[in-house]
């Protein structure tokens, strides 16, 4: 079975961050802590922010990246997050917005504090981040914005309301900031990422492992993603190889919403 690259594969440019500067939230774990390990491998600063206090152990595993444990849906946070890019190392050219809450309630059942707490991360947060990193990538002469998003934004799922609402969102915001952004030499895209084997999941799922298994066995490539895909598409889509990309929702699902 075809898996991921490693970070120690030779086939994978070394070094193509260097000189680029990253802030990636939702950074402390799964696919966001992947995202900090492929950038640093690959010559970024890093600025990684995240809510979880083991974000503040990152720099040990990885030195010279700077550690921010802070709530993204506060404004002040991604204002702060940016500035720390800038006063550190110079500028901002990548914001990786990973961040993100899930809610697998019934409508019915999906209270208005429910609905706000999956806003709060997924989309108000997400919006404070690329507000502020995209002024300061148009003082900088450019850069790329890139967000995690699902394929639930696409395909609706029971249960999914609020948080299939937040991701349409969010893909719709990466729209509007790759038509602003053009002009100025900002990107903007979204990975619409498939169900992931990480703890994420556990979170929100009493019955996590039998809905990892259903969705291997739903999808053409038979298996869900490890967080180092996703993370590699993220790169990509922040990297100089995807410079006539922009405005893009790219499917990394294993091939669910093609079926």
């Given at each position: 079975m075809e898996h991921a690259l490693s970070p120690a594969?030779?086939?994978?440019?070394?070094?193509?961050?260097?000189g680029r500067t990253a802030l990636v939230t939702g950074a402390a774990?799964?696919?966001?802590?992947?995202?900090?390990?492929?950038?640093?491998?690959?010559?970024?600063?890093?600025?990684?922010?995240?809510q979880r206090l083991e974000v503040e152990t990152?720099?040990?595993?990885?030195?010279?990246?700077?550690?921010?444990?802070?709530d993204i849906t506060?404004?002040?946070?991604?204002?702060?997050?940016?500035?720390?890019?800038?006063?550190?190392f110079g500028g901002l050219d990548i914001l990786v917005n990973n961040a993100g809450r899930a809610l697998n309630k019934p409508i019915t059942e999906t209270t208005a504090e429910d609905?706000?707490?999956?806003?709060?991360?997924?989309t108000r947060g997400a919006f404070f981040c690329a507000r502020e990193a995209f002024r300061a990538m148009k003082a900088g002469g450019g850069g790329a914005i890139v967000s995690t998003g699902s394929y639930t934004s696409t395909v609706a799922l029971p249960e999914g309301a609020a948080y299939s609402a937040s991701k349409g969102a969010l893909a719709q915001l990466t729209k509007v900031l790759a038509v602003e952004g053009g002009p100025l030499g900002i990107r903007a895209n979204l990975v619409a990422a498939g169900v992931i084997e990480t703890d994420f999941l556990?979170?929100?799922?009493?019955?996590?492992?039998?809905?990892?298994?259903?969705?291997?066995?739903?999808?053409?490539?038979?298996?869900?993603a490890q967080p180092e895909e996703i993370a590699e598409v993220l790169c990509f889509l922040a990297s100089p190889r995807s410079s006539f990309v922009t405005g893009a929702v790219v499917a990394a699902d294993g091939g669910y919403t093609a079926v």
């Open positions: 594969s030779p086939s994978i440019e070394s070094a193509e961050f260097t774990r799964g696919v966001g802590k992947e995202t900090v390990a492929l950038l640093h491998a690959r010559g970024a600063h890093v600025v990684a922010t995240d990152l720099p040990e595993e990885f030195p010279g990246v700077l550690a921010m444990c802070a506060q404004e002040a946070t991604a204002i702060r997050a940016v500035k720390s890019a800038l006063d550190a609905w706000d707490a999956v806003m709060a991360v997924n556990d979170t929100f799922r009493s019955d996590s492992r039998s809905y990892l298994a259903s969705f291997a066995n739903a999808q053409p490539l038979g298996r869900v």
